[in-house]
Nanobody, 121 residues
Framework: QVQVAESGGGLVKSGGSLSLTCAASGSMFSTTSMDWYRQAPRKGRELVAGISDSGSTKYNDAVKGRFTISRDNGKRTTCLQMKNLKPEDTALYLC???????????????WGHGTQVTVSS
């Protein structure tokens, strides 16, 4: 089973920066995509950014130009660098990993528990 853990959240003032990290752990698996989602109170979960194993990226329009996603395939980690943060970026940020379990040769997907980002005005 693949475990996903996020870190790096916190409280920051509007205009500030934060960097989030997601690490996937376990044995005998490879990842295909690693995505960041966020969920604010009373709102649905939305995709923030995603990156494939080939390095192609996608971003929510609301964060383009401010957030940058990257990944280290060897370490099975993804990083979300967030700049010029706004109060509306306040949310629980969750990492979603998809890949292949080499023991079963079947695809898998796993969610982390999330890390809280709070941006004060």
């Amino acid at each position: 089973q693949v475990q996903v853990a996020e870190s790096g959240g916190g409280l920051v003032k509007s205009g500030g920066s934060l960097s989030l990290t997601c690490a996937a752990s376990g044995s005998m698996f490879s990842t295909t995509s690693m995505d960041w989602y966020r969920q604010a109170p009373r709102k649905g979960r939305e995709l923030v950014a995603g990156i494939s194993d080939s390095g192609s990226t996608k971003y929510n329009d609301a964060v383009k130009g401010r957030f940058t996603i990257s990944r280290d395939n060897g370490k099975r980690t993804t990083c979300l660098q967030m700049k010029n943060l706004k109060p509306e970026d306040t949310a629980l940020y969750l990492c979603y990993v998809r890949g292949v379990d080499h023991r079963t040769t079947r695809p898998f997907d796993s969610w982390g528990h999330g890390t809280q980002v709070t941006v004060s005005s």
